[in-house]
């Protein structure tokens, strides 16, 4: 990417001083990212999980720069996302608060526990040498895109295209996450503007942790689980859980990038490439989506998660 450097001095500056120079082509990143986007701009959260494995797959970017080069970008389109949202007024800052208590917490730990798996050398599977970390974060996001190719499949093909969140058809609410709501652990706090008189503040921060550590580990948005945990978990109103779920990720994505930054973990070469295509291909993607019905295009990105999954599985034998 050297031709970049005089058109993003300060980005090729810091890359430098990291030791972050890759030399990718370049319209193929460009490439990647565009097609990202038209992903996440059909999809919605969802297509973001295809970054960091496509990273590594296609480009040979070592799994901790994938995720913290991604969550820098992901930190830039929070922001166009919040200037563009015209709603924070239905952002709950109480509760948004509470849990970035936890979220912060879980970010470090999952940026912690990537750089404990980035010091780690080499394991003999099956007769075949794996970097370790290269082994954990393809399980991972292997288990993840699984998780989300079947439950598009099935919103595409088993549900008549009743509309998802999270796995579960709006409206159901499965009876377990149900009884999470009443569980009485003090603290008990009420969160007015979501219209809840009472609710456990570990229940809160527990749902923060655990999705700030899945920013931090795997460089996803907490929002594929933060959304539908606000609504199934905390019972947020919808237009409450989307406004909090914006608020909340400015901080997350913004801590991760800065924690990772300081780990050496994110090229801003990379995360300036990456944010102008992802932008400019979720706009493609928007356009897109208005033409074409989504149960039909939904099966092809159940496909395409199912494929990431094999050539995860291909490239650690090769």
Not at 90 to 96: A, E, F, I, P, Q
Not at 217 to 237: E, H, K, Q, S, T
Request: proline share 3%; charged share 10%; with cysteine.
């Amino acid at each position: 990417m050297d031709n970049l450097s005089s058109i993003f001095p300060v980005a090729a500056y810091w890359a430098g001083i990291q030791d972050l120079n890759f030399h990718g082509n370049l319209w193929l990143v460009i490439l990647l990212g565009v097609g990202i986007g038209v992903l996440i701009g059909i999809f919605g959260i969802a297509g973001r999980f295809l970054m960091p494995p496509f990273l590594n797959i296609f480009f040979n970017f070592p799994y901790n720069v994938a995720v913290g080069s991604d969550l820098g970008q992901m930190l830039g389109t929070s922001f166009m996302n919040l200037i563009k949202f015209k709603g924070m007024h239905n952002v709950d800052y109480k509760l948004g608060g509470i849990m970035l208590a936890g979220t912060i917490v879980g970010v470090e730990l999952g940026a912690q526990l990537l750089e404990w798996l980035k010091g780690f050398g080499n394991i003999l599977v099956l007769g075949l040498t794996i970097h370790i970390m290269d082994l954990i974060l393809s399980i991972f996001y292997a288990v993840l895109l699984l998780w989300i190719g079947l439950v598009v499949y099935r919103e595409a093909r088993g549900t008549g295209g009743e509309e998802m969140e999270g796995g579960f058809p709006v409206g159901e609410q499965p009876a377990i996450i149900a009884r999470l709501q009443h569980i009485r652990l003090p603290p008990m706090v009420s969160l007015p503007v979501s219209g809840i008189e009472a609710i456990s503040i570990w229940i809160i921060v527990f749902t923060g942790l655990l999705t700030g550590l899945l920013v931090g580990l795997l460089g996803v948005g907490g929002g594929f689980i933060r959304l539908p945990a606000f609504i199934y978990v905390i019972g947020c109103p919808m237009v409450v859980a989307i406004g909090t779920d914006f608020f909340e990720n400015i901080f997350s994505m913004g801590y991760g990038t800065f924690t990772h930054s300081l780990k050496g973990n994110v090229d801003l070469l990379l995360v300036v490439v990456l944010l102008i295509s992802v932008a400019l291909g979720s706009q493609i993607g928007v356009a897109i989506i208005r033409r074409i019905r989504q149960q039909k295009i939904r099966v092809v990105f159940a496909y395409i998660a199912f494929g990431t999954i094999l050539v995860m599985g291909v490239k650690l034998v090769f």
